[in-house]
C-alpha cells in the first residue's frame, strides 16, 4: 500500500511514524509537494511522475528519466501522468527502455 499525499501536514513525524506503523510506504511525486526525493532514505516503491513545469502537460527530458530511473528499486513501479499532451507514453518507453 502506498499514499499519495498534497498537503504538508504529512511530513509531520506523527503523520511518518503512522505510516510506518501501518506499513504504508510514501509515493514519491513530481513534482513534489511533500516529500521530495531527498526526504527517502530508501528507494520508493512508486514514483509518480505529473510533468514539470506545467502538471499533466510538460515531458521529462532524457536526463530527468535517467536520474528517476535511478532511484527505482528493481520491483518499484513508476507512473507517467503527464498524459494531458501526450508525453506519457514517450517518457514512459524512454524509461522502459533505460531500464
Avoid: Q
Wanted: proline fraction near 7%; glycine fraction near 2%; aromatic fraction near 12%.
Amino acid at each position: 500500500i502506498v499514499i499519495e499525499v498534497r498537503h504538508k501536514s504529512w511530513a509531520s513525524a506523527e503523520a511518518l511514524d503512522l505510516l510506518k506503523t501501518y506499513r504504508i510506504d510514501r509515493v514519491l511525486a513530481d513534482p513534489a509537494p511533500v516529500w521530495p526525493v531527498e526526504d527517502f532514505d530508501t528507494p520508493p516503491k512508486y514514483v509518480r511522475l505529473h510533468g514539470k513545469p506545467k502538471i499533466y502537460y510538460s515531458s521529462y527530458t532524457d536526463d530527468e528519466i535517467k536520474s528517476f530511473s535511478a532511484l527505482l528499486a528493481p520491483d518499484s513501479w513508476c507512473v507517467f501522468d503527464n498524459t494531458a499532451s501526450g508525453a506519457a507514453i514517450e517518457n514512459a518507453l524512454n524509461m522502459a527502455e533505460i531500464r
